[in-house]
């Protein structure tokens, strides 16, 4: 596409409204994961990434969340001293260290997900099969360029 400025003329706008309805959205954080300390974004996040793929090394947790490894660390160990995650050694390689939700976090994360998800699902269920993947790898697409 030779043009792009009428494209990103409409676009402009839209992205920081996804962002601020998104952010207003996963700030509605559950009673039981507020009265366990000062949870930010990067805090929501990293449970959020645990309960869809977890356990999870701290390595893995920096490279999905795109922060440094000291960075993903020092978030794991504030979520483990308000008891939302443990840690435990890898049965196939005891060097290594799996980070989980814990048994007080799960419910909390459950419903944070849940009420985070309703959108999505009434969006995707507006559209058909070739639209969705077309969006999903549209959307990834973007993402892909957002983080480079």
Known sequence: ???FGPYAARLA????????????????????LR????????HVGMLI???IGGPLSVSELAQRSGMTVAHASLVV?????AGL??????????RRILVSLSEVAKPAVAEMRH??????IAF????????????IGTLSLLLAHLRD
């Not at 706008?13 to 039981?32: E, S």
């Open 77 to 81: 160990g504030e979520l483990a001293r």
């Open 115 to 120: 009420r985070n998800a309703e959108p999505v």
């Open 49 to 51: 990434m645990l309960a």
């Open 13 to 32: 706008p839209l992205l920081p409204q996804l962002v601020l309805a998104y952010q207003r959205r996963a700030g509605d954080i559950p009673a039981a």
């Open 124 to 135: 995707l269920r507006e559209l058909d099969e070739d639209q969705a993947n077309e969006f």
């Open 85 to 94: 995650v443990t840690r435990e050694h890898d049965e196939r390689d005891r």
């Open 35 to 42: 009265e366990a300390g000062q949870l930010g974004q990067r």
């Open 1 to 3: 596409m030779n043009n």
